[in-house]
């Protein structure tokens, strides 16, 4: 990969400048192709298309999540960085591309969840989840129906709650600590207005997730072109066909390319069974060449008869590219530049090998996924909590910073010192139910009593919930969420702007993002962040 090494973004573009592809007369009839499954997407999603294929492509790519992760959207920004300075360099159309992998397994865990910084939830997050039946097991993602208007108005709930509770006790821990409370009302209508209209335009839950990604780039700026993986792959029927035919030396290097090779190599395509669920194929070359396909989900056995190129074509569209084949296959339509993830930089490690040595043209491929570091409403009020915490139990004075691992074993002595006088009542009872003397159960009576009187007084279950509380602290504050988070507290268009200042700053790509809410609440996240150790930061 030749863009693994460069550092930042004057790196990246001179590196991708000078790998440009351009198109002859065939690669533009493939892209003319390709654009008929661009616009079948922009159709159904109702976003203006402005798309120039003369030039070069860049391009990225995920899985249709739910409220995707700040990461995925990451990807269409630095491919819009990358196009903007192209576009100044080298002076000729540059398209922005970005697809969809519905064809992928709908039991897929991001498919169906999101998770916001919540530290008074279970692990510190909190979960937003579709709901998919356990019949789509093995099957793909655009098979599942989308969410109905219930389900919706309950995620919508469920993130309105949330920001609500996590305001209010930001306020209210503010003041107990002396602290200036932000002045702010967060308004979640505009991500409503999103999920309104992914649900309103979508037929499936991949299309759900795929057009509330693509509104959010659309409200960005941004004239990113869209496509699904589960339509658009068909194009490259010449590209696959000559994977298959050389699969010998495909499957050999893909060993040699193995930290810890299989013993079988994987067909490098998938077929998509009539029941929506995905076939594993084998390359049976004898007697005959074919293909022979085995749905996972129904287990149905198709052949494909006739040679290779012929049962490709009968198994059309019906096919889609593992995760080492796919941008070899997108050579037929010159990929110049892919913005991969983290990840993703194994197996796209090994998709350049393969393609090196297979004489098919392979993107400069490049990732950026630094830690954003803001004060949202879920990480103001995690650090708020462990202030809070600290004062109440009157933890690590004399102007120490604030300790959350130090504070959460504190709390943890307090505990075990409750726990254990309960414990020796608890082996008092056992003593006493042993002997059977006379009002022994009396006696016990009165330990069961004296135990809860002990809990109560000593609040033994506020301990424990402030305990967990602090535990979380940190995943809550360091975690990667869903985007979500930032549109709620920063703004998308903000936070894609910010994003594309530092980029355009030449931050190295591993350096923390600051941003900004441009609210009150960047003060006082500033001052808490002061109060506390680095390493809650980290």
Known sequence: MKGDQCTNLQELTRVVAGHAIYPDDKMLDKRKAFAEHVAAFHNDAQIPLRADYEGI????????????????????????????????VIGCPVAELFCF???DF??????????LPSVRSRNGTLSLRLSVAPTYNNKIMRAVPKPDNNEVEKIKSEIQRWTVESRDSIMKHSKHLGLQPPDVDLCTREVFDVID????RSTNAADFNAFFFAYLIQECGYETAFARFS????????????????FDQYAKLMVDSQKNPVTKIATPIWYHCPCNGKADVKVVRSPDHKLVATCRACN????????????????LPNVSLRAESMLIAFSGIGIT?????????????????????????????????????YGGVGQLDAILEVLRVRSEYDLMRNDVACDAAIIGNELDLILADIDGAISALDNLKRAI???????????????????????????????????SIVTHTKKTVGMIPSIIDHAINVGMRSTASQWSTALEENIHFDEDVPLKTDTSMDALFDTIKQLCTSDLFE
Not at 197 to 200: D, F, L, V
Not at 348 to 368: D, K, Y
Not at 438 to 450: C, L, P, R, Y
């Open 101 to 103: 992998a519905d064809q």
């Open 57 to 88: 492509v860049l391009m990225s790519a995920h899985q249709p999540n739910l409220f995707p992760y700040s990461g995925v959207v990451r990807k269409a920004v630095l491919v819009h960085a990358v196009a903007e300075q192209l576009r100044n």
């Open 337 to 373: 530049f892919y913005v991969g993830g983290k990840g993703g930089a194994e197996y796209l490690s090994r998709a350049s090998r393969i393609a090196e040595e297979l004489g098919m043209q392979f993107p400069v491929v490049s990732t950026w996924r630094p830690r954003d570091i």
């Open 197 to 200: 209209r992914a649900n309103e």
């Open 433 to 467: 139910a042993t002997r059977k003397a006379a009002g022994f159960k009396e006696q016990i009576a009165f330990i069961v009593n004296t135990q809860n009187d002990l809990k109560t007084r000593f609040e033994r279950n506020k301990i424990a919930r402030d305990s």
């Open 231 to 246: 339509q658009c792959q068909q194009v490259f029927k010449d590209e696959i066909a000559f994977i298959l035919e050389h």
């Open 106 to 115: 709908a039991e897929e865990r991001w498919f169906r969840e999101a998770q």
């Open 300 to 315: 149905t056995t198709v052949e494909f008869k006739g040679g290779m190129r012929q049962a490709l074509e009968q198994m």
